[in-house]
């Protein structure tokens, strides 16, 4: 049990304490957006608090102002074989503020250490924090200015240390854009020992909360150039807080998983400290998908719906791996109290879709789980074993490591990056699967706000209008990925749509396209949208201002994404194949020239 620090931090009042403050310095309380990304075809699922406001980092205006905070859902799989420890997560979220052009570093570090310090806020103790900056190097100076503001506040020297861009420094996804230094703080977890120095090595110091000054601009020629518009992006995960917050070094013990983790115990007939890593792996993927599938993500062989199938099907295996009996009904359970601890905060999290998806993904894995995990054979182990085993009976590389770890195999480190290697490339010759899912290479960064994309974001209100008018209004986009390639856009419709009606469908939007109609903004709040007739998802997604697109007479969309002015700007419309997504959900694949 957790005892009374529950009482103490639970994370309900995390939650609050947080939107209090920054509300007290005028910022602006954000909803999470959805898991799934609008307008960044570089990952399948939103990886940190700022992506969805990428647009506005890059320089366009927030509907809300200048000051903005919120905490968001986040999902990655990079590093999926940590999770397991006490600390890593694949669902997370992150409590963030931001400045947009608005206030620095002084603003940004004094209220990070008076939230974390104040007695009237989280009143953790000053004695146990150690902090790190930009040392400086031959593109960009020592950030002598974040360095005088941590002793300003106390921080002694000798806990304040001075790294390199690899540790303290946020750079763009790309070659080129906004990056800058930042500050990183840490908190000492060992009660039983006093900290003394800050030695970035020690795994007794975690780190809670990273600053992020956008202050750079790094153009083609590979220099850094001072921004004329300066943004501040912090974030800081809220488990781990919660951990630090109720004394534990198990994130897993906070009222945020701990149910969970005795939901497990009592179904399965096991105890938490016999088989930690196993309880984890199976409380953190659950909820992830939970979450994913809340989000609009069904379990598939594609994309995000392989991300969440992949997370399904270990969290069977390793409960399976728990006892050794058939985990038959046993994922419905913790999904149940999965939905209780979030229905507080996401709604969504509620649904009988949900619900039925883990089930059908239950029944459809269990008697391959089964005969596969008696094949696993560790003297045959290399990657086109791996691979047959995927195949055969959907056994994913991890998932094999997890049950040789639990016979007690030990796997020498280079033989098992060699033989995931390999698994790799025989992956990507036989089968094509999303190479970000497949491959697990979530990489955050600002999306692609380049002409093409542009023109490819526009075209997707022109087509959502096309369809409402040829299909009727009971269409709705439910997601959209855009590169500078193709366009990708699923809509709601209960069935395959006709040659007839994709022939009317591009027509349409090519007509638009040649009338040449203007494309205009405007701010308004949510209210002012509904009523004029905006097309939007109006339940938790937006704030309490809103961007309004209008192209002529055809389209009125809420959106923050890019756009270009006229829409002969656009090009020619061309749909190449239109396929079923998910249950009630289609897909059109399109390109323009």
Same mark, same amino acid.
């Given at each position: 049990?957790?005892?009374?620090?529950?009482?103490?931090?639970? $994370?309900?009042?995390?939650?609050?304490?947080?939107?209090?403050?920054?509300?007290?310095?005028?910022?602006?309380?954000?909803?999470?957006?959805?898991?799934?990304?609008?307008?960044?075809?570089?990952?399948?699922?939103?990886?940190?608090?700022?992506?969805?406001?990428?647009?506005?980092?890059?320089?366009?205006?927030?509907?809300?102002?200048?000051?903005?905070?919120?905490?968001?859902?986040?999902?990655?799989?990079?590093?999926?074989?940590?999770?397991?420890?006490?600390?890593?997560?694949?669902?997370?979220?992150?409590?963030?503020?931001?400045?947009?052009?608005?206030?620095?570093?002084?603003?940004?570090?004094?209220?990070?250490?008076?939230?974390?310090?104040?007695?009237?806020?989280?009143?953790?103790?000053?004695?146990?924090?150690?902090?790190?900056?930009?040392?400086?190097?031959?593109?960009?100076?020592?950030? *002598?200015? +974040?360095?005088?503001?941590?002793? $300003?506040?106390?921080?002694?020297?000798?806990?304040?240390?001075?790294?390199?861009?690899?540790?303290?420094?946020?750079?763009?996804?790309?070659?080129?854009?906004?990056?800058?230094?930042?500050?990183?703080?840490?908190?000492?977890?060992?009660?039983?020992?006093?900290?003394?120095?800050?030695?970035?090595?020690?795994?007794?110091?975690?780190?809670?909360?990273?600053?992020?000054?956008?202050?750079?601009?790094?153009?083609?020629?590979?220099?850094?150039?001072?921004?004329?518009?300066?943004?501040?992006?912090?974030?800081?995960?809220?488990?781990?807080?919660?951990?630090?917050?109720?004394?534990?070094?198990?994130?897993?013990?906070?009222?945020?998983?701990?149910?969970?983790?005795?939901?497990?115990?009592?179904?399965? =007939?096991?105890?938490?400290?016999? *088989?930690?890593?196993?309880?984890?792996?199976?409380?953190? $993927?659950?909820?992830?998908?939970?979450?994913?599938?809340?989000? =609009?993500?069904?379990?598939?062989?594609?994309?995000?719906?392989?991300?969440?199938?992949?997370?399904?099907?270990?969290?069977?295996?390793?409960?399976?791996?728990?006892?050794?009996?058939?985990?038959?009904?046993?994922?419905?359970?913790?999904?149940?109290?999965?939905?209780?601890?979030?229905?507080?905060?996401? +709604?969504?999290?509620?649904?009988?879709?949900?619900? *039925?998806?883990?089930?059908?993904?239950?029944?459809?894995?269990?008697?391959?789980?089964?005969?596969?995990?008696?094949?696993?054979?560790?003297?045959?182990?290399?990657?086109?074993?791996?691979?047959?085993?995927?195949?055969?009976?959907?056994?994913?590389?991890?998932?094999?490591?997890?049950?040789?770890?639990?016979?007690?195999?030990?796997?020498?480190?280079?033989?098992?990056?060699?033989?995931?290697?390999?698994?790799?490339?025989?992956? *990507?010759? $036989?089968?094509?699967?999303?190479?970000?899912?497949?491959?697990?290479?979530?990489?955050?960064?600002?999306?692609?706000?380049?002409?093409? +994309?542009?023109?490819?974001?526009?075209?997707?209100?022109?087509?959502?209008?096309?369809?409402?008018?040829?299909?009727?209004?009971?269409?709705?986009?439910?997601?959209?990925?855009?590169?500078?390639e193709r366009m990708r856009f699923d809509f709601s419709y209960p069935h395959k749509v006709s040659e007839g009606q994709l022939r009317q469908i591009e027509d349409l939007v090519n007509q638009q396209i040649n009338r040449d109609l203007p494309v205009t903004m405007n701010e308004m709040s949510v209210e002012e949208a509904k009523k004029s007739g905006a097309l939007g998802i109006f339940d938790s997604k937006y704030g309490n201002r809103v961007?309004?697109?209008?192209? =002529?007479?055809?389209?009125?969309?809420?959106?923050?994404?890019?756009?270009v002015q006229h829409t002969s700007e656009i090009g020619y419309f061309k749909i190449i194949k239109e396929e079923a997504s998910s249950a009630g959900v289609r897909r059109i694949k399109a390109m323009i020239s």
């Amino acid at each position: 049990k957790l005892g009374d620090a529950m009482s103490e931090f639970s $994370h309900t009042k995390l939650r609050k304490l947080f939107r209090n403050y920054f509300e007290s310095k005028q910022h602006i309380w954000l909803p999470s957006a959805s898991l799934l990304p609008e307008n960044d075809s570089s990952v399948l699922f939103v990886t940190a608090g700022m992506h969805p406001l990428v647009p506005y980092l890059l320089g366009q205006s927030h509907p809300s102002g200048k000051r903005l905070a919120s905490i968001q859902k986040c999902l990655r799989t990079d590093d999926l074989n940590e999770v397991g420890d006490a600390t890593h997560h694949t669902f997370f979220e992150m409590m963030g503020n931001w400045s947009l052009n608005d206030y620095f570093k002084k603003e940004a570090i004094c209220w990070s250490w008076e939230f974390l310090t104040d007695q009237n806020w989280l009143a953790l103790d000053k004695n146990k924090f150690a902090v790190s900056v930009f040392a400086g190097d031959s593109d960009a100076p020592f950030d *002598q200015e +974040s360095f005088d503001l941590w002793e $300003h506040l106390g921080i002694a020297r000798d806990r304040i240390a001075k790294l390199t861009k690899v540790d303290n420094w946020w750079g763009p996804a790309g070659r080129v854009g906004p990056c800058g230094p930042d500050t990183e703080i840490f908190y000492w977890r060992d009660s039983s020992i006093p900290p003394r120095y800050f030695d970035p090595h020690d795994s007794r110091w975690v780190e809670i909360w990273n600053n992020v000054f956008m202050q750079y601009d790094l153009r083609q020629d590979e220099k850094f150039y001072p921004l004329g518009r300066k943004n501040v992006d912090t974030g800081m995960g809220l488990a781990r807080m919660l951990a630090i917050l109720n004394g534990y070094d198990d994130d897993y013990r906070t009222d945020i998983f701990w149910p969970v983790i005795e939901t497990v115990s009592s179904i399965t =007939g096991e105890n938490y400290d016999d *088989q930690k890593r196993e309880f984890r792996i199976v409380a953190d $993927h659950v909820t992830a998908a939970a979450m994913a599938i809340s989000d =609009g993500v069904i379990p598939s062989n594609k994309g995000e719906g392989f991300v969440v199938r992949r997370l399904l099907r270990r969290a069977l295996v390793t409960l399976y791996l728990i006892n050794g009996r058939p985990p038959e009904g046993l994922l419905e359970k913790i999904y149940q109290i999965i939905a209780e601890i979030y229905q507080p905060i996401y +709604s969504s999290i509620v649904n009988p879709e949900i619900r *039925q998806a883990i089930i059908n993904e239950e029944v459809r894995y269990l008697s391959l789980l089964i005969s596969g995990v008696k094949k696993i054979d560790e003297k045959n182990l290399n990657g086109e074993y791996l691979f047959d085993l995927y195949q055969s009976h959907g056994l994913s590389p991890e998932i094999v490591l997890d049950v040789l770890r639990k016979r007690g195999t030990a796997i020498d480190k280079d033989v098992r990056i060699k033989i995931l290697h390999d698994f790799q490339i025989k992956l *990507q010759k $036989h089968q094509e699967l999303s190479r970000t899912a497949s491959g697990g290479m979530f990489r955050g960064g600002l999306a692609d706000q380049g002409e093409i +994309s542009t023109r490819y974001h526009t075209a997707t209100h022109l087509l959502q209008a096309a369809l409402r008018k040829i299909l009727g209004n009971s269409v709705f986009q439910r997601g959209s990925n855009i590169n500078s390639e193709r366009m990708r856009f699923d809509f709601s419709y209960p069935h395959k749509v006709s040659e007839g009606q994709l022939r009317q469908i591009e027509d349409l939007v090519n007509q638009q396209i040649n009338r040449d109609l203007p494309v205009t903004m405007n701010e308004m709040s949510v209210e002012e949208a509904k009523k004029s007739g905006a097309l939007g998802i109006f339940d938790s997604k937006y704030g309490n201002r809103v961007k309004v697109y209008t192209i =002529g007479d055809f389209s009125k969309e809420i959106c923050g994404g890019p756009h270009v002015q006229h829409t002969s700007e656009i090009g020619y419309f061309k749909i190449i194949k239109e396929e079923a997504s998910s249950a009630g959900v289609r897909r059109i694949k399109a390109m323009i020239s």
